[in-house]
């Protein structure tokens, strides 16, 4: 079975801390995402990756950066945390073509 | 740009009836995938059911079938012989490439409710 395992499941941080959401995928997958959720909104795409090194933004990736080093570890990273920032973070894989693969989520607290 | 749109926030279902949920979205390519994902309280995204643009047929698999109305950008989803295990958020997507990755456009959510 693919595994998603994100760092954290949950995580409170200060207003202006630089904050780390780590991802990590075991199945060689090309592609990789990170999603934020938020009531009445649905998921929505922060920014992705479809190869090492390679980055894309997403629909929201103001106050977001992201590192892919190794194909298996995708990061997010907010710059200086601010409370809208305070969500659900889900990170998802996917092999071309193939479905994507979520993790269990990191619920983010901004105080 | 494509959008997805689920217009019931909320659901609920006695358990052991039938239930739809609706979807529409908007597009103007011919060619994509829609997919149903459940979300339950633990907050693993699972994959209920994908369809294929291309095909005519609905998709099954076991108690959940999708009704798919291309000409009218429609894909409901029905869940036969609700169970307590069924009560989840439910998404709607749709899937595009870009950039060679596939991106998913995800709608608001349902959240069905499985009343004993």
């Known amino acids: 079975d693919v595994k998603v395992t994100q760092s954290s499941r949950y995580l409170v941080k200060r207003t202006g801390e630089k904050v780390f959401l780590e991802c990590v995928q075991d199945m060689d997958h090309e592609n990789m995402f990170w999603y934020r959720q938020d009531p009445g909104l649905g998921l929505r795409l922060i920014y992705f990756?479809?190869?090492?090194?390679?980055?894309e933004k997403g629909d929201i990736p103001e106050g977001y950066s992201v590192s892919r080093e190794k194909k298996e570890r995708f990061s997010l990273i907010l710059e200086s945390a601010s409370t809208n920032q305070t969500s659900m973070y889900l990170c998802?894989?996917?092999?071309?073509?193939?479905?994507?693969?979520f993790g269990d989520g990191t619920r983010l607290s901004i105080l | 740009a494509q959008t997805v749109t689920q217009s019931q926030p909320e659901m609920s279902v006695q358990e052991a009836e039938t239930v739809t949920l609706s979807c529409t979205y908007d597009t103007s390519e011919s060619d994509y995938y829609l997919f149903w994902y459940k979300q339950p309280p633990s907050r693993q995204m699972i994959l209920v059911i994908r369809q294929e643009a291309y095909k005519q047929q609905n998709a099954t698999e076991n108690r959940f079938s999708v009704n798919f109305q291309k000409a009218a950008k429609s894909f409901s989803l029905k869940i036969s012989d609700s169970q307590l295990g069924d009560a989840a958020m439910y998404f709607c997507?749709?899937?595009?490439?870009?950039?060679?990755?596939?991106?998913?456009?995800f709608g608001q959510g349902t959240r069905l409710t499985i009343n004993p």
């Open positions: 997507a749709y899937r595009r490439f870009i950039q060679g990755a596939q991106k998913l456009v």
């Open positions: 990756s479809y190869d090492v090194k390679m980055k």
């Open positions: 998802a894989s996917t092999k071309v073509g193939g479905p994507q693969h």
